[in-house]
């Protein structure tokens, strides 16, 4: 029954991701804000009325000694693209795992579409991280899988659906990401970023109501990265997902994010739209959003003076 309404939504959905192609200059940086006015206009008032598909509230979470969350709160609104952003070990990929249940908080409550991630059994939490696609920092392919037959896994994995359907779905799923003429592609003929991109398509393969993207732009070219940037907003907009983005590549996803939290120290530094979070007047989020070298965070690592680590002195 799963089986059939994912083909049968991956049909309806199908149409709008190919005409995105046409449209792709709608996502470069210039015409953002005209896209951001125009289109996404129609979403808010349906957004306003709706809780957050992701709500979290006082979450606290340690590993041994250090303390990565001390009593955060973040919404996530539905059919946005919402990005958490913080320096290296600030504890993204760590909030991406709460939000899928691979890790639980240790106090507070993370709720997704409504249910509380730590009151679920296995089978229901199995059933919950079915509707969330994922793209982890790590997200490698399955080495000794075709580009073809990875993006068919989950779909075998989960549906019982006749290959020759799963053959359509995989299909169209490559042609959303532009790599359907690669399927029968081994990963290691891949370069990073249709490797990347075929990862993507694995992740939107069942059809999730929302997609998790660890650090998409890592190591990526400029041009595969704007390849990356259009394609999220792509998908985000023409399957009405809900999209969640963590990085600390402050361009790229401020081009595309809709709502930014910024984190550090265990603590949401600040959080709005990119434009509000460029024009902050706190200092940190400044320095983090401008990516400037210097500020309140110091360039020097804390350190005795030179003359005294030079001269051996204590
Ligand atoms: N499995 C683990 N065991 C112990 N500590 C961990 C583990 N995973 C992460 N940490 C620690 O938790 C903190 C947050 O890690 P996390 O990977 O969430 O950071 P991040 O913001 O995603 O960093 P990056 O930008 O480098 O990916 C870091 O100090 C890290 O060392
Ligand atoms: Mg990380």
Redesign the pocket.
């Known amino acids: 029954m799963r089986g059939k309404l994912c083909f049968r939504r991956a049909f309806v959905l199908a149409p709008t991701l190919l005409r995105g192609d046409a449209e792709k200059h709608h996502y470069s940086k210039h015409h953002y804000s005209k896209h951001q006015h125009g289109n996404r206009l129609e979403l808010t008032p349906m957004a306003k009325k709706q809780p957050p598909l992701i709500k979290i509230r006082n979450l606290s979470f340690s ?2 000694e ?1 303390v ?1 969350f001390d009593g955060i709160d973040v919404d996530i609104p539905h059919g946005k693209i919402t990005a958490i952003m ?12 709460l939000i899928s249940g691979q890790l639980m908080p240790q106090s507070g409550t993370v709720e997704v579409d409504g249910e509380l991630i730590h009151e679920l059994g296995t089978r229901q939490l199995y059933r919950l991280r079915m509707r969330m696609g994922m793209l982890f ?1 790590s997200g490698a392919l399955l080495t000794d899988l075709s580009v073809y037959d990875n993006v068919a896994y989950p779909l075998i994995e989960h549906t019982r659906l006749p290959r020759s359907m799963i053959r359509k779905l995989v299909l169209m799923k490559l042609e959303a990401v532009g790599l359907r003429g690669a399927h029968d592609l081994m990963p290691s003929e891949l370069s990073g970023g249709m490797a990347r991109r075929v990862a993507l398509a694995r992740a939107i393969a069942l059809d999730p109501m929302m997609i998790l993207y ?2 998409p732009f890592s190591g990526q070219d400029p041009i595969s990265m704007g390849v990356l940037v259009s394609l999220i907003r792509r998908l985000n907009d023409a399957a009405r997902m809900t999209s969640v983005i ?3 590549d402050v361009h790229e996803t401020a081009s595309i994010a809709d709502l930014i939290y910024v ?1 550090s120290e265990g603590r949401v530094i600040e959080h709005g739209t990119p434009e509000a979070l460029m024009n902050s007047n706190k200092p940190w989020t400044r320095q983090f959003m401008l990516a400037q070298a210097d500020g309140p965070v110091p360039f020097h690592h804390p350190a005795p003076s030179l003359e005294a680590d030079f001269l051996g002195e204590s």
């Open positions: 590993r041994g250090k990565i913080g320096p290296s070990g600030s504890g993204k990929t760590t909030l991406l795992k920092q660890d650090e963590v990085s600390h984190i």
